[in-house]
Every structure is written in C-alpha cells, then in structure tokens.
C-alpha cells in the first residue's frame, strides 16, 4: 500500500499595515475564507504569473538567439498573411522559417 508523503510547510512571517490587513479580513468574510487562504491564493497567482512571464521572455531571448545563429525567420508580411488564413482555415500552417 502506497504511503503519501505531507507536503512539507514553513512558517513564514509577513508584515502589513492595519489598513491592508482590515482590507484582507473584510475580502476574506466576504468570501467566506480565511484571511490565510487569501494570502496563499495571492501568492500562488504572482507565482504563476511571474513563471509564465520569464518563460515568455526567455522563449523570446532563445529566439532572438536562434535567429543570430541560424538567420531563420517570417516576416512579418507572412505572419500577417498567416493570420488572415487562420480565420477562415483554422488548420492553417503557420509559414516556414527561411534564411
């Protein structure tokens, strides 16, 4: 029989002004949770926001990279024109990468 492991927790202190924190436990009452859970919620959106952000810009910074050694690219004349193709034709095919 499988054993499931507890996620592993850590205390952590975060200091807020009254105002902000009238503000959490009013938003938390409201919604019927506690005033921790709304912290945690808030911290795991920034988190996945801040992530998919630096995976967008580091996607962007391996293409920039990509270009300089290869020289591959669309242009934007095609992008649009692919564009234009993929409202009547959703399958269309996004152009192929030349020199």
């Known amino acids: ?31 019927k949770r506690s005033s921790h859970y709304l912290m945690k919620e808030a911290i795991e959106r920034y988190l996945s926001f801040e992530e998919a952000q630096q995976a967008v810009l580091q996607s962007v910074d391996d293409s920039i990279a990509h270009f300089e050694a290869t020289g591959l690219h669309i242009t934007h004349e095609e992008v649009q024109a692919w564009a234009k193709e993929i409202r009547a034709k959703p399958e269309a095919q996004l152009p192929k990468c030349h020199a």
């Open 1 to 31: 029989m499988p054993t499931f492991a507890k996620p592993r927790t850590a205390t952590v202190t975060l200091k807020l002004d009254a105002a902000f924190r009238d503000r959490i436990k009013s938003l938390a009452a409201t919604k």
